[in-house]
């Protein structure tokens, strides 16, 4: 089932183009991860996606209705977290909560209840009567995330929700996301952070000025780029023969050392882990070999020529 | 939001203990009881500032999306903003008439109307405010024309210094602001006198709220649509 649909999108600012024929589809049970550098229209795109502004082109469908038909019955199935903390400074956690909760139609034990469990899924039971005020970076996240989740919402969006986090709230977010996930929500998680859709995502989609510039699983979008492999071979000794013998091997591009590591390059599909540990032996005692398979970093680098956490502000 | 009430109330008491047991030769009432309704009516001018505040910092602040993409249209919260601020505003004040009751003796006539008065005022100024927030680009800009609102009532109603004996001051001091509105007809609720020019006030102050509504919502809707 299509939870969210995106055909033909195009959203101008001005003379200002920020999506330019943007077309993405996510299904029941997915976490959808959509990278991009700053400025490559991420915040649009999820804006768009969920009403709060008008595009000039396209189509977008929300739970297979076209988005304007019944807009507060589809809201009411989402959650946003935005990438501003957006909680009240003067209520309590339990108190925004109860907020939030009531404008989605919760009501006495239910309302209750379901601020109880979304407390304890961002893991703020504990601080449920203090003032987000009080709280440090992590914990105010992690509220603003409780607060679109509330509702159990079928469908999350999350913008950017770890920017500035600690390590230890970063991973209870990403662990809240998995659980959030198991029990059968859909999750559109945008980041600035490759490790953390390596870690959660089931399909990735990177976005670079204005453009969807590729999309797929991470092993499909690392696919892509493999046109060759690292080799780190680990030896007793580097001796001459050793590198005349690796770099005679068929398909091999460069052979760099680094004190007792050698660094081998390779072309891609010629079984090159057994020619190189063979022409290793051959020369001396090999203490360890491993190949480096590229990351979802690299496809970035690859596809964008930029890394992720530059260019300019969005 | 202390300061709305603990500021009148020093000011009400340090007056107060200087005018004594005069009476107001030109109203013929006690002048603590004219310096106390011009107080606490005065400083219901910059309860708006309840309403401008909230307004600016869920519905013109990046927290704006979070509201908006909740199931719950934006005009309800504004509206919402509007009553509850026109609520808290008005019973501060009337919190400060029971007070100068009770304490000074100040003779407000029938609580209920007063009550009445103060609601009506204060939903007036939240009116204003809520204009202003409609329709600045900043909050500075926001702050700056609610108190040139606030400070420049004062000043026309004659509460700092007496405005030039002319025609145009003198129908500015008595009808040109809505200070001096609500006094006027807080002197009829007080003595049961100037009945016509209460009339005229209170007319003046439905019609401004009729065009503060209308203003409102034209401007809402281009706004928080």
């Known amino acids: ?298 496809v970035f680098l690859t596809l964008t020529g930029k890394q992720l956490r530059d260019g300019g502000e969005e | 939001m202390a300061i709305l009430v603990v500021l009148p109330l020093a000011l009400i008491s340090v007056i107060g203990l200087v005018v004594g047991d005069a009476v107001d030769p030109a109203l013929g009432i006690p002048a603590i009881d004219g310096v106390a309704m011009v107080i606490i009516f005065a400083f219901q001018l910059l309860g708006g500032n309840y309403t401008l505040d909230f307004l600016r910092s869920d519905l013109f602040s990046p927290r704006k999306w979070r509201l908006q993409a909740l199931p719950y249209p934006p005009f309800c919260h504004a509206l919402s903003i509007l009553i509850s601020s026109s609520l808290f505003s008005a019973f501060q004040g009337f919190a400060m008439v029971l007070y100068t009751h009770w304490v000074y003796g100040v003779r407000w006539g029938s609580f209920l109307v007063i009550l009445g008065l103060l609601l009506f005022f204060s939903a007036f100024n939240q009116l204003v405010y809520m204009l202003i927030a409609l329709s600045v680009k900043t909050d500075k800009l926001g702050e700056r024309l609610g108190e040139v609102y606030g400070l420049g009532s004062f000043a026309l109603a004659g509460v700092w210094f007496q405005l030039p004996n002319t025609l145009v001051f003198n129908f500015l001091a008595r009808y040109g602001n809505p200070l001096s509105l609500s006094r006027n007809v807080m002197l009829y609720i007080m003595t049961g006198r100037y009945g016509n020019e209460a009339l005229y006030s209170l007319a003046i102050l439905l019609l401004a709220t009729t065009a503060l509504v209308t203003a409102s919502i034209y401007f809402g809707r281009r706004k928080l649509a």
């Open chain 1, 1 to 298: 089932m299509v939870i969210a649909r995106m055909a033909d999108i195009v959203k101008r600012y001005g003379t200002h183009l920020v999506l330019d024929n943007v077309s993405i589809e996510m299904g029941k049970g997915e976490i959808v991860g959509l990278l991009g550098p700053n400025g490559a229209g991420k915040t649009t795109l999820l804006f768009a996606l969920t009403g709060l502004i008008g595009v000039d082109s396209g189509e977008i469908e929300l739970f297979g209705r076209p988005l304007g038909d019944n807009t507060l019955e589809t809201k009411r199935r989402i959650g946003f977290v935005t990438q501003e903390v957006s909680v009240f400074q003067d209520l309590t956690a339990r108190e925004n909560l109860e907020f939030f909760g009531g404008i989605y139609g919760l009501r006495g034990p239910g309302l209750k209840q379901r601020v109880q469990h979304a407390l304890e899924i961002v893991g703020l039971a504990k601080y449920a009567n203090r003032l987000p005020a009080k709280f440090s970076g992590g914990m105010s996240r992690r509220l603003n995330i409780a607060c679109a989740l509330v509702h159990a919402p079928e469908f999350l969006i999350m913008d950017e929700p770890t920017v500035g986090v600690d390590p230890q709230s970063r991973r209870h977010i990403l662990e809240t996301v998995r659980e959030l996930n198991r029990q059968g929500t859909t999750v559109l998680y945008t980041t600035h952070y490759m490790e953390e859709v390596q870690a959660i995502a089931s399909r990735v989609i990177i976005l670079d000025q204005g453009h969807v510039i590729a999309e797929g699983t991470i092993s499909d979008l690392v696919e892509q780029i493999r046109h060759e492999e690292r080799i780190r071979l680990e030896v007793v000794d580097v001796t001459e023969p050793l590198l005349q013998n690796l770099r005679k091997l068929e398909g091999v591009k460069g052979v760099v050392v680094e004190d007792r590591i050698v660094r081998i390059t390779t072309q891609v599909g010629f079984g090159n882990l057994d020619r190189v540990l063979a022409a290793a032996s051959e020369a001396g005692g090999v203490l360890s070999i491993n190949a480096e398979r590229p990351t979802l970093e690299d």
